[in-house]
């Protein structure tokens, strides 16, 4: 496409792009302008049909897999080719907002149908890719789709899922209309020739910097552990200082161990939060007997992320010694932080230098599909900013310039790696 052309297309179409956010954000389980999309919900399936209907519209054949991720192909000239991806979720937790994941999806969408209306020619295929649940809300996992997809997730352990309520995956999925055996999700190395994700920062580095993206070039990874202290109980007056063995005290210098440990790496990167804290009995006047925290650690770099989990670690079995309290540690999940394609990053970059935008280099500190996709393919993201980093939220923002940079940036880099 001539630099003319590509410049003014997306201005163009931006207009229609926002509409359908909008109304996207329309189809919620709350009252809009709050945006609540839980996987396999009567909210979640009318997005989906919303979606597909728009990627019917522009001319893609769209088919689903056992677990619903969607993906909407435009055809290239030689069909044999593992196809160029883009995409991202339009599940959302509980009260949030229109952008975090549809902006990938919808602005993956418009990218297409701007390549589409300048008549550009492929030669790999474009498919646009709709996660199954990045989210974690129903079954407390995050990036259901995308983990299956690159075999992360067996389909054993899929199948054991269950929401809060006892109800299982298996008969969320049937009631939602996705049937077929959950083997047939993973896909090979290659499945994509590439892949590469739009999202809002959810950060805000771009917005404070005047930056129109952020080419990210490492997404962190969590490390989440729950750790059980079993201390003993007894009556908060009658059992004196000496000898008590208080599991909350001892939480307390854990929670401490992991911050100064998280502190102390020297990366900036590093970040470490206990974000749980049950206490057992939880009575004013009752000493804890038992307190269950769960740990959630998070670097670009899994050897400094694992040395603060060894740091716990040790940190544990000191305490237990002094204190006389068992100390039980159980990993939820420790993924692999993602390290972003030279390749993909270059043609970014390429793409946001013709298309006139401002731009960085940058990490991703939150998870996304990406993390999982880069499993079977190499992987890039492209971040837009967003307004004082607020996401999760019913006021999360993105402006349709902010958007437009985002989609236009995309689309030439669509076109350079299907070309
Ligand atoms: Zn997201």
Known sequence: MSAAESQATPQLTIDALMAELIALGQISEA?????????????????????????????????????????????????????????????????????????????????????????????????????????????????????????????????????????????????AGFTGALESVAAAKGHFHQFVELHIEQGPTLEAEGLDVGLVTAIAAPASQRIVIEGEGGHAGGKLMPGRKDALAAAAELILALESAAKSTGAIDTVGTVGVCEVFPGAVNSIPSRVTITTDVRDIDAALRDGVLAALAAAGNEVSARRGVTIATELINADPPTVCDPAILAALEASAIAAGKTYKRMVARAYHDSSFVSGIAPTAMLFIPCRGGVSHRPDEYASPEWIGSGVHVLARTLALLAA
Request: net charge positive; charged share 25%; hydrophobic share 40%.
């Open 31 to 175: 009252e809009p302008p709050v945006v609540t999309r839980v996987v396999f919900g009567e909210a979640d399936l009318r997005a989906r049909a919303y979606v597909r209907g728009l990627c019917e519209a522009a001319g893609l054949t769209v088919r689903h897999d056992a677990i619903g991720n969607t993906f909407a192909r435009w055809e290239g000239s030689d069909p044999s080719l593992p196809p160029v991806a883009t995409g991202s979720h339009i599940d959302a937790i509980p009260n949030a907002g229109l952008y975090d994941g549809c902006v990938g999806v919808l602005g993956g969408l418009e990218a297409i149908r701007v390549l589409k209306k300048l008549g550009f020619k492929l030669r790999r295929p474009i498919e646009l890719v709709i996660f199954t649940a990045e989210e974690p809300t129903r079954f407390g996992i995050g990036c259901l789709g995308s983990r299956m997809m690159a075999g992360v997730l067996s389909p054993h352990q899929a199948r054991a899922l269950r929401d809060k309520g006892g109800r299982g995956l298996e008969e969320w999925r049937a009631q």
